[in-house]
């Protein structure tokens, strides 16, 4: 079917799969490994996602999980109550719990993760339904660098 529609026709089934996704309302919106210039509020440079949320109502993340393997989508759950606003972001900065040297709290729209650290080789980062399975989205693995 792909070949039927040639250039055009593909950007155009590009461009609505790029739609589809926007319309999602919570997306994985950026991930940075081996992070060297933004720090967390604690002035530790840990790797971290950013989780966006398109919608014009709240998205209730409890339970959900978040994890750097496809085949292991449970690394981390979402604490009860947390929740992004409509057009908001929440930053989750990931790490084992040896490389977070403080531990105080996080301020708001800020969580810790201490399932697993982001390669910079590249691998993919997924959001997962509380049902462990359902994929609610996925950023592809790219290599820095």
Request: aromatic share 12%.
């Amino acid at each position: 079917m792909i070949k039927k529609l040639g250039k055009r026709g593909l950007s155009y089934f590009s461009i609505l799969l790029f739609i589809g996704k926007l319309e999602a309302g919570v997306v994985i919106h950026e991930v940075q490994s081996t992070n060297t210039s933004l720090p967390d509020p604690f002035n530790q440079l840990i790797d971290w996602v950013e989780i966006y949320n398109s919608d014009s109502a709240s998205f209730d993340l409890s339970g959900h999980y978040l994890s750097d393997s496809t085949s292991s989508r449970t690394k981390y759950q979402f604490p009860s109550g947390t929740t992004i606003g409509p057009g908001g972001y929440l930053i989750v900065w990931c790490g084992q719990s040896t490389e977070f040297i403080t531990s105080g709290p996080y301020p708001a729209g800020q969580l810790r993760a201490t399932g697993f650290a982001i390669s910079s080789g590249g691998e993919p980062i997924v959001l997962t339904a509380p049902d462990g399975l359902t994929t609610i989205d996925e950023y592809p693995g790219l290599p820095i660098g």
